[in-house]
């Protein structure tokens, strides 16, 4: 059985949280000791372009408790890593911790190169290496990309669109949406899901998913194949900026790490 996304508003703007995290009565592996380390709510650590942000943006559907570190930075590559623990609704997506390039509810960082209009056919080159180690339910390691109609969002603005690529999933992760076709592309195969994502009182959007149909623990895509393909369909119009590049792990239940060895994501 297939474990979808629930369509409920992902404002994953960062929090200054000051509550303690709270901890399942599960045993679970803690995260190790690292130059910069938090497991408070929507923390971030900035990295060079990039910050990583401790996002637990589905946490009342269960309870556990995520961390993030960083390990390394040189250029525009980063290492980093996450480690959580979650129980509840084996339906809702708990948390995303994640690697921002540009936009997520306002911006933080500079130097990103973003943001970009589709029409202006600009490569988005990015590669990731990871390890995965988890138990339990069902989680997925996925890009999140996010359209907006203008250039420069702010936090009131929601996306028009968001495309999510998901190269690697556990125990029937699934996206949010229907499958509409099986498409080939950066030379793997993948399955396409549409769907929409309901913001409340009548607001949202349209969620795009690229889900590989193996599983695969490291990348070398440029993004654009995968936008240009929906704009082929006729789905996202070239008008739209591209404002966000997101990587990172979301999971509905279980204990676990994910340690990226190496990330990049570069605008040229």
Known sequence: MQLTRKTLIRRFAVYLATAALAVTGATVQAAPAKAAGT??????????KYWINNNVWGRNSGSGWQCIWDNWLSGNSIGWGTSYGWSGSSYSVKSYSA??????WGWRRSGTGLPVQLSANRSVNTGWNYSVRHSGGAMNVAYDLWLHPMSNPSYNNNPSDEVMIWPYRLN??????????????????????RGWIDAGNGTGWNVFSFVRTSNTTSVTLNLRDFLNHLRSRGWVSGSKYLTSVQAGAEVFTGNGQVDTNSFYANVS
């Open 39 to 48: 497991c408070e709510h929507f923390a971030a650590i900035d990295m060079g």
């Open 99 to 104: 690697a921002i390039l540009g936009w997520h």
């Open 172 to 193: 029937g992760a699934g996206p949010a949406g229907t499958r509409q076709a099986t498409v080939s592309l950066a030379g793997a195969n993948w399955d396409l899901y």
